[in-house]
């Protein structure tokens, strides 16, 4: 997410956290063409979704890391839910946190194989939020101060071996059921691996 890295580059120390746009991740987009795929009728050769991970489970994904293509192990943790209360202080307005709660995704990142990274890691940009079937809302610049969480600009020189948690901020209605963390590398037309947790 491009607009995302740069907001935390600008805000950083934050001071006021923002509510980002679900366009800014090209949430419209994607919805567009899962309303297009749902209104679709299904073929009967149409291969089935993988079942979800369960928590620590590890998937294994490619990513383009400047000029260098990364392989990592990746592994949603578990999400961490807050109240409201706590959320309206996370936002500038707090109207803009009735009825959501912070939901924090802890996924750890394996760099598997390729070389050191020369910049901030872009791995961590590719996992999403998504409550009772709905993606969430970004929360930008929340997550470096989640305890556990680690801030992706302080990663450059990321080696082969290492292991980061990197955490991803959404704000989700407050009395959802079911939590999912779905991640696919940016940009990628393939499914995303998905983790599912209780909400709690």
């Not at 795929?37 to 890391?65: F, I, M, N, R």
């Amino acid at each position: 997410m491009l607009c995302t890295k740069t907001a935390l580059r600008l805000a950083a120390p934050v001071a006021v956290l923002a509510l980002a746009l679900t366009a800014c991740g090209g949430g419209d987009d994607k919805k567009s063409e899962e309303k297009g795929k749902a209104d679709a009728p299904k073929s009967q050769t149409e291969p089935t979704k993988p079942s979800a991970l369960a928590a620590g489970e590890s998937t294994t994904g490619k990513v383009k890391e400047g000029d260098a293509t990364v392989t990592y192990d990746v592994a949603a943790q578990k999400v961490d839910m807050g109240t409201e209360a706590e959320t309206k202080k996370l936002v500038s307005d707090p109207k803009d946190a009735k009825g959501l709660v912070a939901a924090v995704a802890h996924v750890k990142y394996t760099l598997k194989e390729g070389a050191p990274l020369k910049d901030v890691p872009d791995v961590g940009d590719g996992a999403e939020v998504y409550a009772d079937g709905t993606r969430g809302g970004l929360l930008i610049g929340a997550s470096e101060d989640a305890p556990g969480c680690e801030d992706e600009l302080e990663l450059e020189g990321w080696k082969k071996g290492e292991s980061h948690v990197i955490c991803q901020t959404y704000l989700v209605p407050v009395n959802t059921k079911e939590l999912e963390v779905h991640w696919a590398p940016e940009d990628s037309e393939s499914e995303p691996a998905v983790w599912k947790f209780p909400a709690k």
